[in-house]
């Protein structure tokens, strides 16, 4: 079945990083567009950068653009997102999905920032 898995998120102090990753199984992983996604409590979850299918195409959204990278392997059927700078802002619930026809969520791994 769909399976996303996400991991690596934790408490860092304002500046620092993190590398999240996203465990993909259950469909073709090569053939989507993959995004992540962050909630913070009472906000939606809102999309902040994507990676075609093939790896070459990146967007992100501008409250993390020059900040978060977002890269693939798709052997592997891994995405990941390096964090770079981090702010308490960025303290949230962080999920991949597709990002066209979502599957069912992951459980999200917590980002908090906090000194």
């Known amino acids: 079945q769909v399976q996303l898995v996400e991991s690596g998120g934790g408490l860092v102090q304002p500046g620092g990083s993190l590398r999240l990753s996203c465990a993909a199984s259950?469909?073709?992983?090569?053939?989507?567009?993959m995004g992540w996604y962050r909630q913070a409590p009472g906000n939606q979850r809102e999309l902040i950068a994507r990676?075609?299918?093939?790896?070459?195409?990146?967007n992100y959204a501008d409250s993390v653009k020059g900040r978060f990278t977002i890269s693939r392997d798709n052997a592997k059927k891994m995405v990941y997102l390096q964090m770079n700078s981090l702010k308490p802002e960025d303290t949230a619930g962080y999920y991949c999905?597709?990002?066209?026809?979502?599957?069912?969520w992951g459980q999200g791994t917590q980002v908090t920032v906090s000194s």
């Open positions: 999905n597709r990002v066209a026809a979502l599957v069912a």
């Open positions: 259950g469909f073709t992983f090569s053939g989507y567009t």
């Open positions: 990676i075609s299918s093939s790896g070459g195409t990146t």
